[in-house]
């Protein structure tokens, strides 16, 4: 019995240690961004409810069977609540980093790590996932109309409305992988005023005029953070454009 209770202590420690640590990184992301820990899980339910629909209306029938109607309908739907997840949030997340990026430009141009790890996040799981999964989709529609054409038929008006459904979800994706490239290039211009900060400090210093605190290895640190901050935001900003690019 009382190894029972030591277990069930135990347990009960484990999971408020977790929900402790779940509790802080929600709070964290909500200093930072206005993307919330709730806003993230909704869209993740969304990609995959979208995945498992559109792979139980094109997995489950035999090839030679016609596409169901009301699976076709389900898995409509749920791409179209991907595509406005999607959006609703990189809209979120651009707006969040151009309020940075202005704010930055006015005091030196260090940009804060939470709206571009917000960026970062949506562009590497969410964008990233969606162009594996609609490119096998869009596969497997292609390869169900091929049958069809082979066996003298048309495509079904289901599968044909799930085809026009996934090419429209790319292209919505496409264009909120456009936007946050086009939010990230927007991003890097904050490092004209880094470099001018910079410039400033140096002046200061060369004459005598700067404060003591400023120490050189306090200015050579800020000048490594800017410089692989800027090399940070250029690579998320290529792979948003490469998701992009691979949706059209």
């Known amino acids: 019995m009382g190894e029972q209770v030591m277990k069930s202590s135990n347990g009960t420690a484990t999971d408020a240690s977790e929900a402790d640590g779940q509790g802080a990184a929600a709070a964290g992301l909500a200093s930072c961004t206005t993307i919330d820990a709730e806003s993230l899980r909704r869209l993740d339910v969304a990609l995959y409810g979208a995945a498992v629909a559109v792979q139980d209306c094109l997995g489950s029938p035999p090839a030679a069977a016609p596409v169901g109607a009301a699976a076709a309908d389900a898995a409509c739907s749920s791409l179209g609540e991907l595509a406005a997840a999607v959006r609703r949030l990189v809209a979120v997340a651009a707006a969040d980093l151009a309020a940075a990026t202005q704010e930055a430009a006015a005091w030196g141009g260090v940009l804060p790590g939470g709206p571009l790890a917000a960026m970062s996040l949506l562009v590497r799981e969410p964008l990233t996932a969606a162009v594996c999964c609609i490119q096998s989709w869009q596969s497997s529609l292609k390869a169900l109309r091929k049958r069809r054409t082979k066996a003298g038929n048309q495509m079904e008006g289901a599968a044909q409305r799930?085809?026009?459904?996934?090419?429209?979800?790319?292209?919505?994706?496409?264009?909120?992988?456009?936007?946050?490239?086009?939010?990230?290039?927007?991003?890097?211009?904050?490092?004209?005023?880094?470099?001018?900060?910079?410039?400033?400090?140096?002046?200061?210093?060369?004459?005598?005029?700067?404060?003591?605190?400023?120490?050189?290895?306090?200015?050579?640190?800020?000048?490594?953070?800017?410089?692989?901050?800027?090399?940070?935001?250029?690579?998320?900003?290529?792979?948003a454009a490469a998701v992009a690019a691979a949706l059209r």
Request: glycine fraction near 4%; aromatic fraction near 2%; charge should be negative.
């Open 162 to 239: 799930l085809m026009d459904v996934v090419t429209s979800t790319a292209e919505q994706l496409a264009a909120a992988a456009q936007e946050c490239a086009e939010a990230l290039t927007a991003a890097t211009g904050t490092s004209a005023a880094a470099a001018a900060a910079a410039q400033a400090v140096r002046f200061l210093k060369d004459r005598g005029h700067a404060a003591a605190a400023i120490s050189e290895s306090a200015t050579s640190a800020l000048e490594t953070l800017l410089l692989e901050q800027r090399l940070t935001v250029g690579l998320i900003a290529k792979r």
